[in-house]
């Protein structure tokens, strides 16, 4: 796939994972589940964000481990601290709420949402 359309398919992918997130919080269920979908929305912007650097190579970001390691060598993302300050943030708390059955309030989604605010402002993608 050409890198153009992994970054058009991620930034769409990001934009539902935040639909389902306003979804969940319209209808105030589910408080765990919009935490997790702010994440992916997170990881899928992300992505688009990474896969639209010139020197990407594509399929390059297949795991976790691989979008914390270009999140903390890209430059701009690295001189932002996007990993330190912000993703990691979103993803410790997502994977208490998948993996650990931790219980997530209100209070802690709308932090992973000024996270997720600061993500999309300091990342501008370019189409």
Request: aromatic share 16%; charged share 30%; net charge positive.
């Amino acid at each position: 796939m050409k890198k153009e359309d992994l970054v058009k398919k991620y930034k769409e992918k990001s934009e539902e994972n935040f639909k389902l997130y306003e979804f969940l919080a319209q209808e105030k269920r589910f408080v765990e589940w919009q935490a997790v979908s702010i994440f992916y929305s997170a990881l899928c912007y992300v992505k688009a964000y990474l896969y639209s650097m010139p020197n990407m190579p594509e399929e390059s970001i297949t795991s976790h481990k691989s979008i914390m390691y270009w999140l903390t060598t890209e430059r701009n993302a690295k001189n932002l601290m996007i990993f330190e300050k912000y993703y990691n943030f979103l993803y410790n708390y997502s994977r208490d709420a998948r993996y650990k059955c931790n219980k997530i309030n209100e209070k802690i989604v709308t932090r992973m949402l000024e996270k997720y605010r600061e993500i999309k402002k300091l990342l501008s993608i370019n189409l």
